[in-house]
């Protein structure tokens, strides 16, 4: 935002008289009468010093009364606004700025905050970008009020007695909204501080086969998965296994977390089902205790919930 200096020195030659006029509509700003009546000693002479600051101060006020938005915020500070406290020092005042974060600019600190403390592998990003209201979930779709409920009782527990080592398993049919509920959780949690990742299983798999020959890389994606307060493996059950990533790399970050860190997974399958699936590769063919096996480290370690409801996806 310009300067009043600036401002007036824009001025056409022929309209530098307009100056007095510009000085005079700030000394009799509301805002500016206002500080006069808090600090009466101030005098004429002191507030003509600080017109500079006066203006930015009378400015800004305006601005933020008609707020375009935060992306589109005129002010010097992006989300911020100029104001002025008035000290003695020697027997003279001074004036001095400083700087007030508006509600928009509070709200989108924390909204980054939150989406920092969450990693995501190819998820959608809008999942972890949304303003969640419990009750408009509910409303979205009734038929989902016990899954929401669950989920919401989980938060509680979570904040009241700490993190659990038990996770959660949101079974349902394609288009009810688990990865959308995942994706609430995870937010809900983040605000409390705690750390999470959420994995789209099928491209996390695809990947993780190529990361094979990048084995640093691959060794702190692992690490990251293992480490974060929450994790979140979205639409298991879908990808193409190969019985490398099913006992090297899911085997060992199920390994770590089991009884440390819980472990939440979404998808359309049960466990019954879960666990043939992971004891068929193409590879290897039918191999049923090492399904068994990885599924020893899912089985114990979560509470299904039934994710009901109608398919939402392109309503």
């Known amino acids: 935002m310009e300067s009043l200096g600036e401002a007036l020195r824009q001025l056409p030659f022929r309209e530098l008289n307009n100056a007095a006029e510009i000085s005079k509509q700030v000394l009799n700003d509301p805002l500016v009468l206002k500080l006069c009546s808090r600090y009466p000693e101030l005098d004429e002479s002191v507030l003509r010093l600080n017109l500079n600051r006066l203006y930015q101060m009378t400015t800004e006020y305006r601005n933020c009364k008609a707020c375009p938005g935060l992306a589109l915020c005129p002010n010097d500070m992006q989300g911020h606004s100029t104001g002025i406290n008035c000290v003695e020092l020697n027997g003279r005042w001074q004036l001095n700025d400083y700087k ?14 939150i989406r920092r403390r969450i990693t995501s592998f ?7 970008g949304e303003r969640y209201d419990e009750e408009e979930m509910i409303q979205l779709d009734p038929t989902r009020a016990l899954a929401v409920d669950q989920l919401q009782s989980y938060v509680t ?19 009810t909204g688990k990865t959308y509920l995942a994706g609430y959780l995870l937010q809900r949690l983040a605000k409390e501080g705690y750390s999470g990742v959420i994995v789209y299983m099928p491209e996390f798999v695809e990947d993780a086969k190529a990361l ?6 691959l060794k702190e994606t692992i690490a ?20 490398w990533v099913r006992d090297h790399v899911l085997g060992a970050i199920l390994n770590h977390r089991m009884n440390r860190k819980p472990t939440f997974y979404t998808s359309n399958h049960d466990l019954e089902d879960l666990e043939r699936h992971f004891s068929f590769t193409h590879k290897e063919g039918e191999e049923m205790h090492k399904g ?6 899912v089985r114990p370690f979560v509470d299904v919930i039934h994710v009901r409801g109608r398919n939402h996806r392109g309503a």
Not at 104 to 112: F, G, I, L, P, Y
Not at 212 to 217: A, D, L
Not at 227 to 239: C, N, T
Request: charged content about 30%; aromatic content about 8%.
């Open 100 to 113: 007030t974060a508006c509600s928009k600019w509070t709200s989108n600190e924390q909204q980054q905050q």
């Open 122 to 128: 190819y998820v959608d990003e809008t999942v972890l």
């Open 157 to 175: 527990s979570t904040l009241k007695d700490g993190l659990q080592k038990q996770g959660l398993y949101l079974k349902g049919d394609f288009g």
């Open 212 to 217: 094979m020959f990048e084995p640093q890389k």
């Open 224 to 243: 990251l998965m293992k480490e974060a307060d929450l994790l979140v493996f979205d639409d298991i059950g879908a990808e193409n296994l190969s019985p």
């Open 292 to 297: 068994q096996r990885l599924m020893d480290r």
